[in-house]
């Protein structure tokens, strides 16, 4: 069971006390150092089914580092994509064939896109293509309608985290970047913590909370 993780000022309170120590325990770098916050679950055989956990969840607010969005699109759709800064890379349904005659391609652009939009009618092969380089990776293909607004997608995803357990009794998850203030931090934090207490309150034992800077030493938070 979850330690009392609901929104309240005490969480609030050491959350950002540890936030604060976490940004300020080390030399600042000459790259945007992400923050995580680190949950464990003592006890828990990841190698059992019962307890799965892969949730994509929309922070408060994002991380002053843009994601790295590619879409996979034709016609208007990609017209609209190109027009617009944001996307990491723009590929049409040629270029999407032509990438998978070479599996050292697909891995390569699975590994350098954190989301992939990809237009609705184009999504079984994209699926076919991209899927087995995408899914170890924790990663799928995001269906996108021919005539949708691309700057929500665009918002929606700079916003996005993947919340799971993986092959560690863990989670680890990105809740900002050094640029971001504290309070953004502290009301990211707070919705993943309430993400897993959702999912898995009376189900695993919750041990101890982290902040962490990409660089940075842990700090436990005093719960």
């Known amino acids: ?19 604060n120590e976490a940004l300020n325990n080390s030399p600042k770098r000459k790259f945007e150092e992400s923050v995580e916050l680190i949950v464990t679950f003592p ?34 759709l990609a017209l609209q994509a190109k027009g617009m800064e944001g996307f990491h890379r723009v590929l049409s349904k040629a ?22 939009l990809v237009q609705s009618d184009l999504m079984g ?22 005539r949708a607004d691309l700057r929500q997608f665009l918002d929606r995803y700079n ?11 863990q989670i680890q998850a990105k809740i900002g970047t050094v640029s971001n203030t504290i309070d953004e931090l502290v009301e990211n934090a707070m919705a993943v913590l309430n993400l897993i207490d959702s999912k898995l309150r009376g189900v695993v034992k919750i041990g101890d909370i982290y902040i962490k800077k990409t660089m940075g030493k842990p700090v436990k938070i005093k719960l």
């Open 1 to 19: 069971m979850l330690k009392a993780v609901s929104l309240t000022v005490n969480v609030q309170k050491q959350l950002r006390e540890a936030i």
């Open 43 to 76: 006890g828990l055989d990841v190698k059992k089914a019962d307890v799965k956990l892969r949730e994509v969840l929309f922070l408060p607010h994002a991380p002053k580092k843009k994601s790295k969005i590619c879409i996979v699109a034709e016609g208007d």
């Open 95 to 116: 270029e999407l064939e032509e990438l998978g005659k070479s599996k050292k391609m697909v891995k390569k652009l699975a590994k350098d896109c954190d989301w992939v």
């Open 125 to 146: 092969l994209a699926g076919r293509i991209l899927g087995p380089a995408l899914g170890p990776r924790g990663k799928i293909p995001i269906a996108v309608p021919p």
């Open 159 to 169: 916003r996005a985290v993947i919340v799971r357990i993986k092959d560690q009794p």
